[in-house]
């Protein structure tokens, strides 16, 4: 009978960590900004689909399916920042340009049911839809961290577009999500 490993190694506290490819790096490094900040998008996409009503109508059934499959491309992506580019194999699943074509296939699909914007939209409305407005956020800030790697050491370009588009279907699937949810959206106004 084998015995079940032990959780924690004790290799981080010395304030390091290692790369998937092995090489030992400072956990400040932007590379492992940049990969724990797509760990933590991928872990507020998963408050989003805790969020989703458990008897979803059908927009929200499409809303799941898709963010499940972009938890999906997030975990891949990770694994893709966690190497550097001379540990990465052709063997390694990547986001391809396939895959931003379907980004933005689905933010004009969602987009078409939505009226066309006037204002500024505040984030709230339903708890899905201010999820997914808060995931748009942490998804605007994890793309610095991936720019900020991209100039010490090259990001794919595809990676660079996918990390952009998906803070676009994160809005518009939030804006969806609270319609879905019978919410209004509240509009910026100045304030007095």
Known sequence: MSRKARLYTRIGDDGTTRLAGGQKVPKTHPRIAAYGGIDELNAMIGVVIAAIPREPRDVEQRLCSFLLDTQRRLFELGAELAC??????????????????????????????LPRLEAFI???????????????????????????????????????????????????????????????????????
């Open 122 to 192: 505040l984030p709230g409305g339903s708890q899905a839809g201010a999820a997914l407005q808060l995931a748009r956020t942490v998804c605007r800030r994890v793309e610095i961290d991936v720019l900020c790697l991209h100039e010490i050491s090259p990001v794919r370009k595809e990676t660079l577009k996918y990390i952009n588009r998906l803070s676009d279907y994160l809005f518009v699937a939030g804006r969806v999500a609270s319609r879905a949810a019978g919410e209004d959206e509240s509009t910026w106004r100045k304030s007095r």
């Open 84 to 113: 550097l580019p001379e540990d990465q194999t052709e063997s390694m699943p990547r986001v391809c340009e396939e895959a931003i074509v379907a980004l933005e296939a689905e933010i004009d699909a969602l987009d078409e049911q």
